[in-house]
């Protein structure tokens, strides 16, 4: 399911949501099985490189299926917290609710993927960004910590353009620019 996550408040339904304490709200809370996600309500303010540098810092992840479901975005991150890596930097960086924010993993992308109308849904109810789904607004793509290579990194499209809308694949980290997002884990 997805919620709203608040300072004060803690976890609350989307549908019993009152607008009037959005100034509170940390993020949303995606929760799948054992997974459980805040997404952050807005994205860098530019799109970020994943790396400066040509160089494999984790381990790589070369199967789709592997990327689908590789949750390891605040593991891989410990090491990515340098300027050197200006996607994972900001979201190491970002600072909402008192949380430990990174850059989600292929896999944690993809769950936000599998929940993006309830979310988007959840974005809007708390007045925070909504992430981009159409080239017409910016280019929808988002960098996750799932690396392929040395030279290449998992971003996830959100939308129907040059590729089919969730698709999941590879590009080069030095020479592209996309998106970002933070997450933080959730712990009861």
């Known amino acids: 399911g997805v919620y709203i996550l608040h300072e004060t408040l803690g ?22 099985d054992e997974h459980k996600i805040v997404v952050a309500t807005e994205d860098s303010p530019k ?15 070369d199967e789709l299926e592997d990327a689908e479901s590789d949750f390891n975005g605040e593991y891989y991150c ?10 994972a930097y900001y979201c190491k960086t970002y600072n909402k609710g008192n949380r430990s924010w990174y850059l989600p993993s292929s896999g944690e992308l993809w769950l936000i ?9 959840a974005l809007e109810t708390v007045g925070g960004q909504k992430f981009v789904t159409t080239f017409d607004c ?6 996750s910590s799932t690396e392929h290579s040395a030279v290449t990194a998992w971003p996830l499209t959100l939308s129907s353009g040059h590729f089919s809308i969730g698709y999941l694949g590879w590009v080069g980290k ?3 620019s996309r998106k970002v997002r933070p997450v933080s884990k959730f712990y009861l």
């Open 138 to 143: 910016d280019v929808p793509v988002y960098w």
């Open 11 to 32: 976890v609350r339904t989307v549908d019993s949501w009152n607008s009037e304490n959005n100034n509170g709200v940390v993020g949303v809370l995606v929760v799948e």
């Open 113 to 121: 993927y599998n929940h993006l109308e309830e979310i988007q849904n």
């Open 78 to 87: 410990q090491k990515l917290n340098s300027l050197d890596f200006p996607a």
């Open 47 to 61: 799109k970020l490189i994943w790396s400066k540098k040509l160089k494999l810092i984790n381990q790589p992840v």
């Open 174 to 176: 030095v020479s592209y």
